[in-house]
């Protein structure tokens, strides 16, 4: 399984991005697919996820209502479409892929449940 994310770059606060996600082929539409993301400083976070079973999705409070997580099992792709940026979303942006779907403990996402990883795409949010 390969990922590779793109998308990244600087925006102003307010502003919007979307960030691909290329899976190799069949990856998209067999695995649980999600994002994370890691600031300076600080451990990696799971912002969001679908899974591959029923496109359920999961928001971390900290993107819920601005960020949103999508599929195109066609393109191998998977989506986040951030809007309304803030400076506290500048981080490097990771997808990941898991045999199982979203797994939730303690309102955080299980990192521990994705195997395959992409490098990350860096996100800042200046003005």
């Known amino acids: 399984v390969q990922l590779e994310e793109s998308g990244g770059g600087p925006v102003q606060p307010g502003g919007s991005l979307r960030l691909s996600c290329a899976g190799s082929?069949?990856?998209?539409?067999?695995?649980?697919m999600g994002w994370f993301r890691q600031a300076p400083g600080k451990e990696r976070e799971g912002i969001s996820c679908i899974n591959s079973s029923d496109d359920e999705t999961y928001y971390a409070d900290s993107v819920k209502g601005r960020f949103t997580i999508s599929r195109d099992n066609a393109e191998n792709a998977v989506y986040l479409q951030m809007n309304s940026l803030k400076p506290e979303d500048t981080a490097i942006y990771y997808c990941a892929a898991s045999v199982l779907d979203c797994t939730i403990i303690g309102g955080r996402l299980r990192e521990d449940e994705y195997d395959w990883w992409g490098q990350g795409t860096q996100v800042t949010v200046a003005s």
């Open positions: 082929e069949g990856t998209v539409d067999y695995y649980g």
